[in-house]
């Protein structure tokens, strides 16, 4: 590695669009979870009060690498007093703030091994765990997150673990169909010929004019459904994200299925850089008794998918259904993420140790 590399830590507590907009060329990290207009927005709703401190390492005029990182200083259960280190658009035990998932430090393609000078800068800071939530396992950040501790002697806990599921649209929508199983080919596309009896269905994306009536929609769905709805920041949220969406190349997708007017599906997505990511949907469930509304409007939209050609990828994301999970019956990809919990404080160490142990034997007298 190049000796002469430049890594600074700009502490920021107001002017944090121009250091979050200072670009990684051939960014290996994910384009939505990782680009500034997620970042910021998150920043701006759950970010008071945290002390934020980016990592950007340069050689010459090019920045290869960026670490957007933060401390939250709370007391964990009221007694234990914790210094946590941890990625924007994430926190761990203290508040609930949408999932971010795929996460990553933004580095150029090739300049994967700089990470490790933007890890042993923050050696410099205060604190006394970093947990780098919903990141991809075995990828470069992962690598040399573990690396890192390792080589300090610090315990590394897994605290998480999901699969993101994802399918492959760059072949075509005959093939894909072939390989689904039979019951989910007939929920998912067939029972199309049914719906149409029903009378006029039509889909509508309500981006950009009718934002607050599509999640009107949406909170209706989930409150019948799973007893809650999105939060006012969670929607405040999204709709900064809307916002600024041009600037970033972003394409927002809020589609809505109706039947003779009456919205029976709701599906919210981000598209960026031929990907589309699945946010969150909704249905009614009791629409028909033979017909999975829902499942219906995915197919749709997955169709959709294939027929462009900018698009390469459908993501569902990480987590799976209420009842069943239908993602893994409609991917064609799966990508592992997990939680890592990195501990530097030695009192710490020593109580996560004891807490480990004394579940062990809690499950082992079960």
């Not at 051939?26 to 927005?41: E, G, Q, R, V």
């Not at 005029?61 to 941890?86: A, E, G, H, V, W």
């Not at 008794?289 to 998918?305: C, R, T």
Request: proline content about 2%; aromatic content about 10%; glycine content about 6%.
């Amino acid at each position: 590695m190049n000796s002469k590399l430049q890594v600074s830590i700009v502490p920021i507590i107001n002017a944090i669009d121009p250091v979050l907009e200072n670009s990684v060329t051939d960014d290996t990290a994910d384009p939505l979870f990782n680009s500034a207009i997620w970042l910021k927005a998150w920043w701006q709703k759950w970010g008071g009060g945290f002390e934020l401190n980016i990592i950007i390492i340069r050689d010459g005029d090019d920045t290869l690498c960026k670490m957007s990182l933060y401390i939250d200083s709370f007391t964990l259960k009221n007694i234990i007093p914790i210094r946590r280190l941890q990625f924007i658009g994430t926190n761990y035990q203290h508040i609930t703030t949408p999932r971010t998932e795929y996460l990553a430090f933004s580095t150029m393609k090739g300049s994967e091994s700089s990470i490790r000078l933007g890890l042993e800068a923050l050696e410099a800071l205060k604190w006394d765990e970093f947990v780098a939530r919903d990141i991809v396992k075995d990828d470069s950040t992962d690598l040399a997150i573990t690396q890192w501790a390792k080589d300090n002697n610090w315990l590394t806990r897994v605290i998480h673990s999901d699969t993101a599921y994802s399918i492959n649209t760059t072949s075509s929508f005959e093939a894909y169909k072939k390989n689904l199983g039979s019951n989910t080919r007939l929920k998912l596309i067939n029972r199309r010929k049914l719906l149409e009896t029903l009378g006029d269905v039509a889909i509508e994306n309500y981006f950009p004019d009718r934002i607050s009536e599509f999640f009107e929609l949406l909170n209706a769905f989930h409150e019948k459904r799973w007893g809650d709805t999105f939060s006012k920041q969670t929607l405040s949220f999204h709709q900064e994200v809307m916002k600024n969406s041009q600037s970033g190349g972003l394409e927002v997708e809020l589609s809505v299925l109706t039947v003779n007017g009456v919205c029976g599906s709701v599906m919210f997505n981000y598209v960026l850089e031929g990907r589309v990511y699945n946010i969150n949907s909704g249905f009614n469930e009791s629409f028909h008794k033979k017909i999975a509304i829902g499942m219906l409007h995915f197919g749709i939209l997955i169709e959709s998918a294939f027929q462009n050609p900018k698009i390469h990828t459908f993501d569902f994301l990480a987590g799976h259904g209420k009842n069943s999970n239908y993602k893994s019956r409609l991917a064609t990809d799966t990508e592992q993420l997990h939680s890592i919990q990195l501990v530097r404080s030695y009192k710490l160490r020593l109580l996560y140790n004891i807490n480990d142990l004394f579940k062990k034997l809690k499950s082992l007298l079960k």
